[in-house]
């Protein structure tokens, strides 16, 4: 008995012996093969047909392409009524709006500003496809939802052929919303209740000093 039981026991030791032996070169197979092939995208696209310049840049070596690349994707400030007509110009519309939400706690502070219209055609320039041409875009726009796409279509098409000052007259502007929250600390330096600034807009002179008397700017989303 003693003797079936140890040829049994080594049975089963070299039996997992070739087990773990075969799952291992299985193993390290697999790892050979994902190293020297190529790995597809899991999403299908088309790649963009770049202009010449593009793919000339593309070429060039990092320590030239990096530093340029930096210094033009660089944030620029969005342009607004008083870029447009001037700071002394008297018709030049004030680009904040100020509502109080809840009385002395929060406000919802209004930027307008002109949309960067350009930028669809940098974009068009740079992937080749289109951002404005109406039959393109309602191509793709489910049935619920071409009046709607249309009509801004047409509206940025209008946009398009106006001046800056033209559309600031018009008020075709873009907004962004902040929030401001007063809360219930103050600040040591200033003794003035602090305040929490949401998805803040362009600050001019004008809504730096409203923020000044309603508190201390502490936090900033």
């Known amino acids: 008995m003693m ?4 040829e049994f026991n080594a049975a089963v030791v070299t039996a997992l012996t070739v087990v773990a032996a075969t799952a291992y070169l299985v193993c390290r197979k697999r790892n050979a093969d994902k190293s020297t092939r190529e790995i597809g995208f899991p999403i ?6 770049l202009p010449l310049p593009i793919r000339i840049i593309g070429k060039l070596p990092k320590a030239i392409r990096a ?3 930096i210094k033009s994707s660089q ?20 680009p ?11 406000w919802r ?23 404005t041409d ?5 191509a793709n726009v489910p049935p619920e939802m ?7 279509l047409e509206l940025q098409k209008r946009q398009l052929g106006m001046t800056q000052q033209e559309r600031v007259e018009k008020k075709y502007l873009s907004s962004q919303n902040m929030l401001v929250a007063r809360l219930d600390a103050k600040d040591e330096e200033s003794g003035k209740e602090k305040l929490l600034v949401y998805n803040p807009c362009r600050m001019r002179p004008s809504i730096m000093e409203w923020l000044d008397g309603v508190g201390t700017g502490s936090y900033i989303v």
Not at 75 to 94: C, E, H, M, Q, Y
Not at 113 to 131: M, P, Q
């Open 3 to 6: 003797k079936e039981e140890k």
């Open 44 to 49: 299908r696209y088309d790649h963009p047909n």
């Open 67 to 69: 530093p340029n690349l």
């Open 75 to 94: 944030p620029k400030p969005p342009k607004d009524a008083i870029d447009v007509l001037g700071k002394n110009d008297p018709s030049a519309p004030d």
């Open 96 to 106: 904040y709006d100020i509502v109080s939400i809840e009385e002395g706690k929060i």
């Open 109 to 131: 502070v209004k930027y307008h500003f002109l949309a960067d219209l350009e930028k669809a055609a940098g974009l068009e320039a740079i992937t080749g496809k289109s951002f």
């Open 134 to 138: 109406a039959n393109t875009i309602l």
């Open 146 to 152: 071409k009046d709607i796409v249309a009509a801004d």
